[in-house]
């Protein structure tokens, strides 16, 4: 499975993002998808996740409220919609994947496949 991840870029504070995901290769046997950010310095964290059929979606509490994962899987591309920005969203986005029959997973320690990443960086 690969992953190639898109749309991050310079925002300022309050502003909005979306960020896209898609995936090819041998999607079919990974159903969940995931978002991380690794600020400097800082352990990767989880950002949110969604099952294959879209109908549940986890956040982290921290942006919880504000970011919106979605998924069309006729083009298997996953999004993060992210709005009201904080500067303390500037980071290395990535999108993973994983073929999950339980819990969703929410370290990285759960999924197999890693985008590249995207940077996001949010001005004050």
């Known amino acids: 499975v690969q992953l190639q991840a898109s749309g991050g870029g310079l925002v300022q504070a309050g502003g909005s993002l979306r960020l896209s995901c898609a995936a090819s290769?041998?999607?079919?046997?990974?159903?969940?998808r995931g978002w991380f950010r690794q600020a400097p310095g800082k352990e990767r964290e989880f950002v949110s996740a969604i099952t294959g059929s879209g109908g549940d979606t986890y956040y982290g509490d921290s942006v919880k409220g504000r970011f919106a994962i979605s998924r069309d899987n006729a083009k298997s591309t996953v999004y993060l919609q992210m709005n009201s920005l904080k500067p303390g969203d500037t980071a290395v986005y990535y999108c993973?994947?994983?073929?999950?029959?339980?819990?969703?997973?929410?370290?990285?320690?759960?999924?197999?496949?890693w985008g590249q990443g995207t940077l996001v960086t949010v001005s004050s």
């Open positions: 993973a994947a994983a073929g999950v029959l339980g819990a969703i997973p929410t370290t990285p320690n759960g999924y197999p496949y």
């Open positions: 290769g041998r999607t079919f046997n990974t159903n969940v």
